[in-house]
């Protein structure tokens, strides 16, 4: 059976979260392999299909979201699996609404359809020093709009990372699982 994880990174956490998962379906005896969405990767040769990407502003980035509209005819009939990496994992309720967490994936989900067999939110890493001058502009606005006191901003603007291997294989065996 052949795997491919294909990922969209901007600072690297998602292609170290891909690197994991791949190696995992490898030692599972999988022939396996990640690839950057970029290289624009072809996927109708393999059997299960992994998207994933960094998420930015509850989302994932738009040349994963493109790659999944392009090719959205052939990942319907395979198996496919979703992932995102961020800094805040889990569902949160604010004014009446659930944010967050798998609730992100529902969107692409939805695309793909009934063979799409599982979906996950894994840890990330946020680095400030490394932020490209818009990033750190798009964050900064964030915090101010939800009204973060100066201590918790330093502590978000410190180097943070969720990154977590065993998480990342325990979602590969979540997969087997649901590969049955
Ligand atoms: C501009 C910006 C927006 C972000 N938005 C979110 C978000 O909505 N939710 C979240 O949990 N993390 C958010 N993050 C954190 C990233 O998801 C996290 O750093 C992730 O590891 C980045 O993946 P990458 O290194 O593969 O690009 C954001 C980071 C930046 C710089």
């Not at 009204?147 to 502590?155: D, G, H, I, R, T």
């Amino acid at each position: 059976m052949k795997v491919i994880t294909i990922y969209a990174s901007k600072y690297g956490s998602t292609k170290t979260v891909a690197e994991w998962i791949t190696e995992r379906f490898a030692l599972e005896g999988f022939k396996a392999e990640c690839a950057d969405v970029e290289t624009n990767p072809m996927c109708f040769g393999c059997d299960l299909i992994l998207l994933g990407s960094g998420i930015y502003s509850h989302k994932f980035l738009p040349s994963i979201e493109q790659y999944i509209a392009e090719n959205i005819n052939l990942l319907m009939t395979k198996k496919t699996a979703l992932f995102g990496v961020a800094m805040r994992t889990e569902t949160f309720f604010r004014k009446g609404n659930a944010y967050g967490g798998a609730i992100m994936l529902e969107r692409y989900g939805a695309m793909l359809g009934q063979k799409c067999i599982a979906g996950k939110i894994l840890g990330g890493e946020m680095v400030f020093s490394r932020l490209s001058e818009g990033d750190v502009h798009r964050l900064e606005k964030f915090y101010h709009s939800i009204a973060l006191s100066e201590a918790e901003k330093a502590q978000r603007m410190s180097p943070r990372t969720m990154m977590d291997k065993k998480q990342c294989w325990d979602f590969a065996e979540e997969i087997l699982g649901a590969l049955g």
